[in-house]
């Protein structure tokens, strides 16, 4: 193996890492599903830091990383509203995001060309707000709840942001489709 595709090594085992998480969760074995997920946020920092640090960069690894994140995402949301620690309406938000994001990707690379996957800050700052909500509500479910009011505000903080941030996709890659195609057809 050629290390230059480590990063995306590890990537896929991030992404083998969904099920055992779903398992743990189903079972209720919440310090373990805390580890898995801690682990599969490790493995996210190590394999991008790998692939900036040594230019390790590939395309594959550009489209299987937001994959791998979106994938554990949403196994994390889907466990935590089953085990009764998240609402339903915020996972289907979740979801729902992503699900427009990754139909908008195929459309935008069906009808004007490859799409170039790079997240917005609002995006990533999304992202990270949600992992944050993850791994809080599985400190919960493991150690000690957080308090009500706490839980309450971050559930709605990640809500507006996974919201916002959807919307903003739909702006943003609806405005370069619409200019690249005008482009197009002078």
Known sequence: MNL?????????VRMLLVLPLMWSLRDGDYDWSLVIALAAGGSDAV??????????????GGLLDPVADKLLLVASFVGLWLA??????????????DVVIVAGAVVYNAVVGPVDANP???????????????????VGLAWRPLPVDV????IWLVAALTFVS?????????????????ARRR
């Open 4 to 12: 230059r595709q480590l990063p995306n090594l590890i990537t896929g």
């Open 47 to 60: 394999d991008g830091w790998l692939a900036k640090r040594y230019r390790w960069q590939t395309r594959l």
């Open 84 to 97: 009764g620690a998240s609402p339903g309406w915020l996972t289907a938000l979740v979801i729902g995001r």
């Open 120 to 138: 917005t800050l609002l995006s990533k700052v999304t992202t990270v707000a949600q992992i944050g909500l993850v791994l809080a509500l599985l």
């Open 151 to 154: 839980s309450i505000g971050s």
């Open 166 to 182: 959807g919307i903003d996709y739909v702006v943003r890659w609806s405005l370069l489709a619409h200019r690249e195609l005008r």
